[in-house]
């Protein structure tokens, strides 16, 4: 059974951190793209951040030099660390992986990810 838990969100006041783990299993982790995403009240979910299996990872413009995302391997564990916290990070932020089609040997890319997690309330206060 695949599970991806997310986990450290909190509340913070602005220019705070917070480091948000997500543990993975059922699944055979960093063979694909890993990412965490977030949604605001009322706004679409936004990609924030992802990680490759070779560990490049790309970060939306306006987190860049704030979020570092990473990857512990032989926890099976993704993180995202958040410095310089704003009010506008305020979110649901969700851990995402793709699948791996075995038969295929690749990758599910080109849709959403197929793995989600349930969330984690991250609170940014001024």
């Known amino acids: 059974q695949v599970q991806l838990v997310e986990s450290g969100g909190g509340s913070v006041q602005a220019g705070g951190s917070l480091k948000l783990s997500c543990a993975a299993s059922?699944?055979?982790?960093?063979?694909?793209?890993m990412g965490w995403y977030r949604q605001a009240p009322g706004k679409e979910r936004e990609l924030v951040s992802t990680i490759s299996s070779d560990g490049t990872a790309t970060y939306v413009d306006s987190v860049k030099g704030r979020f570092t995302i990473s990857q512990d391997k032989p926890k099976n564990t993704l993180y995202l660390q958040m410095n310089s916290l704003k009010t506008e990070d305020t979110a649901v932020y969700y851990c995402?992986?793709?699948?791996?089609?075995?038969?295929?040997?690749?990758?599910?890319?080109?849709?959403?990810?197929?793995?989600w997690g349930q969330g984690t309330q991250v609170t940014v206060s001024s």
């Open positions: 059922g699944f055979i982790f960093n063979k694909c793209e």
């Open positions: 995402a992986a793709y699948k791996y089609l075995p038969l295929l040997r690749r990758c599910q890319y080109g849709v959403t990810p197929g793995y």
